[in-house]
């Protein structure tokens, strides 16, 4: 049988994956640039420190892509024969543990604000020369972080759904929510500004809320991926349709009697093995190999996949 | 699609918003407790505690940088002050509770009680250098030097770290021939300020109740209109 190699992506899918690299460049730069601009305007507001922290951990995904891209596609070794793929997995594990703990903590952070009543202070900066009240200066801030979230966001889902990267989907998930965040954070300095304190705290439960919402959903997938969850699509609501594909092409085959499918991912690749009862064994090599290569050609993602010529199906 | 158009009317808000704050910008923002409305051409409520020259107890009222721009600040909002001493610590909490409406106590902005209570940005930085007495030889580092620090301040400390050695005196310069002072104390003992050795920064602030914003941009304004005459006091 064939040793694919690991680190083959179809040349259609280079230009895409050029672009998912250079649009994850541009984010952790952007990153970097919000969370120093939020970080000048950061005052007391909870809310604003909430919104600065979702804005740091809106890193993890970019790095974490272009880390594991120079990773994952290493060609096996005899210490790791199933190649690099997991390291995506890792990566989205770590990332997506972060979310929730810094959730809870801010969450904390805000009940506190909110039960012993907390005023946040806004006061004057000076720009240039003009004293303004620091409220604004923080709302052009947070208009600088949501704004080219929303289009980074959007430039990516394509590109995640083309490549079949889970961290460059969750990271245009990411930038999607950071622009409510952003939003929600402006109302909540509006609001200050209006003199109703509580209304600070109180939407900084509301996103602390939702970035632990996010950090559990992510990791719950993590985990999932490393328990070798059956394939699922890019956006993780549904059965990868792949699982089908292979189970018609081998069933199709006149020669086989039964089969049986086992697939799981790894990072963007799947792997997998189907057990197969044949009608009879004349030639078996020879078909095995048609059949083998086959499925290989049905998707690029299929790169390890194992024909076994077996009497009982196992459970 | 819906996602766009939740994003549009968000937007569409959100400049509404502006829009409708800068137009009314001089009630904007508010203070959840009225406290600007209430001193002006009303009561102004001031916790002051010794903390010289920042503030000075006087006889009947106290003197010094600070009670000087309160009063200035007073006159301009048409507000009679009343004057509350006691020490730092009742006079947060007062404050914390909105009991009083400023407090001047020669604060910093490391002050413990920053997350409590409204701070100013700094309206003055002062520097504690280390200066020369008259007719000494120039010095580029305090190594092995011995250098007169007030009693009661954490001056030794920063003395120690540019590994000289603290003289603690009562009464400074005191004949020593090299002290540490702020700019004007050198200056007015006739040392001479060695740039490069510079202990300690300050920045000054005052201290307003939490969350009275439009109290708090009012005063800020006023310190940020008046540095000039701060600086004047400072000498």
């Not at chain 1, 993890?60 to 005899?78: C, E, K, W």
């Not at chain 2, 009679?80 to 009083?100: N, P, S």
Request: hydrophobic residues 45%.
């Amino acid at each position: 049988m064939t040793s694919p190699k690991h680190q083959e992506l179809p040349p259609e899918l280079e230009a895409p994956l050029a672009r998912a690299k250079k649009l994850e460049w541009l984010t952790a730069s952007y990153v970097l640039s919000v969370l120093v601009v939020m970080y000048l305007a950061l005052g007391q507001s909870q809310a604003m420190k909430t919104a600065w922290a979702d804005d740091m951990l809106g890193l993890v995904a970019p790095v974490s892509f272009l880390l594991t891209t120079r990773f994952v596609r290493r060609n096996a070794t005899p210490e790791f024969p199933y190649g690099y793929h997991r390291a995506a997995t890792i990566g989205y594990l770590t990332g997506s543990a972060a979310l929730l703990i810094i959730g809870t903590l801010l969450f904390f952070d805000g009940v506190k604000a909110l039960a012993s009543g907390e005023r946040p202070s806004i006061g004057l900066a000076v720009v240039l020369g003009y004293p303004i009240w620091a409220g604004y200066l923080m709302i052009a801030a947070l208009i600088w972080s949501t704004v080219p979230s929303y289009f980074l966001g959007k430039a990516k889902l394509p590109l995640a759904e083309q490549l079949h990267d889970k961290v460059l989907y969750a990271d245009a998930d990411t930038n999607r929510a950071d622009w409510q965040m952003g939003t929600a954070t402006i109302f909540s300095i509006i609001a200050i500004g209006w003199g109703w304190w509580w209304a600070d705290a109180a939407i900084s439960l509301v996103l602390s809320g939702s970035i632990i919402l996010d950090g559990y959903k992510n990791l719950k997938q993590a985990v999932f991926d490393l328990m070798n969850q059956t394939p699922k699509t890019v956006s993780r609501q549904d059965d990868d349709p792949i699982v089908e594909k292979v189970a018609g092409l081998l069933c199709g085959l006149d020669w086989v009697r039964e089969v049986k499918i086992r697939m799981r991912e790894e990072g963007h690749i799947l792997y997998g093995e189907a057990f197969i009862i044949a009608r009879n064994t004349d030639n078996i090599l020879a078909k095995l190999h048609q059949a083998s290569a086959d499925t290989h050609r049905l998707d690029w993602r299929i790169k390890d996949f194992v024909l076994a010529v077996v009497d009982e199906l196992p459970e | 699609m819906k996602l766009v158009l939740i994003s549009s009317s968000f937007l569409l808000a959100l400049v509404g918003g502006l829009l409708g704050l800068l137009a009314g910008n001089s009630h904007y923002p508010k203070d959840p407790n009225d406290t600007l409305k209430r001193v002006q051409h009303g009561t102004l409520r001031v916790g002051y505690t010794r903390a010289e020259p920042w503030v000075v107890p006087g006889l009947q009222e106290p003197q010094g940088i600070e009670p000087a721009l309160v009063r200035s600040l007073a006159q301009r909002l048409g507000a009679r002050i009343e004057w509350v001493g006691g020490t730092e610590q009742h006079l947060f909490e007062a404050l914390k509770a909105h009991e009083l409406d400023l407090l001047i106590a020669g604060t910093t902005d490391e002050s413990p009680w920053k997350t409590e209570v409204g701070l100013t940005r700094p309206y003055v930085e002062t520097t504690v250098y280390v200066g020369a007495a008259p007719g000494t030889t120039l010095i580029a580092s305090l190594k092995g030097q011995t250098v007169a620090v007030p009693l009661g301040t954490d001056i030794g400390h920063f003395v120690r770290q540019h590994d000289a050695q603290p003289a603690y005196r009562a009464q400074l310069p005191g004949g020593a021939p090299l002290a540490a002072g702020y700019e004007w104390q050198l200056q007015s003992w006739g040392y001479r300020r060695l740039n490069n050795l510079e202990l300690k920064k300050e920045n000054h602030v005052l201290a307003v109740p939490p969350g009275e914003n439009a109290w708090l941009l009012a005063l800020e304004t006023f310190l940020y209109q008046h540095q000039a005459q701060v600086h004047q006091l400072l000498r």
